[in-house]
């Protein structure tokens, strides 16, 4: 007999199983006003050097990295796996006036090709670090600059490292 505790638990591996889809990602951890705002402030002082057409962030939560980005004159995409969080960002980037000017992916970034991004923004766990590693290095264009937040990526050029972002060229 199927009893209430083997419900709620099947119940609790669903929830967990797509709110934090551990095997494709880190779950979500909205990232500090602080480091957003380093992250911009370097991005900037290398403006000079890399053109920025196109950026995207990795698992973009609830939208707050690529607002931040478009605000200050960065075109930033997202992407994001989580429904709840991919409409929570859609109603955030209209409310922000950003509607037009960039677009959030409902869908899993290891099935979106990137080369079309000449920087790439991500918070994402180790686990999955040395896949994406393997993507990036077959899908990017050189001169392709790549943020990661807290974690390091594998086999990649690191050129800069400030408050836990590690700033990677192609
Ligand atoms: C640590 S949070 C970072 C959120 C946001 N970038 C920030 O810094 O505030 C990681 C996000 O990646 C999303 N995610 C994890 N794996 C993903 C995948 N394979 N494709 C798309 N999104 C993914 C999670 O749902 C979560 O919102």
Redesign the pocket.
């Known amino acids: 007999m199927i009893s209430w505790f083997t419900i709620l638990l099947a119940a609790l591996g669903y929830f967990l199983f797509f709110m934090?889809?551990l095997n494709?990602?880190?779950?979500?951890?909205?990232?500090n006003k602080r480091k957003?705002h380093s992250l911009v402030e370097t991005l900037q002082g290398m403006k000079g050097k890399h053109k920025f057409e196109k950026a995207i962030?990795?698992?973009?939560?609830?939208g707050?990295?690529l607002i931040a980005l478009n605000k200050e004159g960065f075109h930033c995409d997202g992407?994001?796996?989580?429904k709840i969080?991919h409409k929570q960002s859609i109603k955030k980037i209209e409310k922000a006036g950003l509607g037009d000017v960039c677009t959030i992916f409902n869908?899993?970034?290891?099935k979106i090709n990137l080369n079309k991004y000449d920087l790439i923004?991500?918070?994402?766990s180790p686990q999955?670090m040395s896949k994406l590693s393997q993507k990036l290095k077959i899908e990017l264009k050189k001169g392709t600059v790549v943020c990661s937040?807290y974690f390091k990526i594998p086999d990649l050029n690191e050129i800069h490292n400030k408050d836990n972002w590690h700033i990677y060229a192609i």
Request: aromatic share 18%; hydrophobic share 45%.
């Open positions: 934090f889809p494709k990602g880190a779950p979500f951890i909205p990232n957003i962030d990795l698992g973009s939560g609830d707050r990295v992407v994001e796996l989580n969080l869908e899993d970034f290891f923004v991500l918070w994402q999955i937040y």
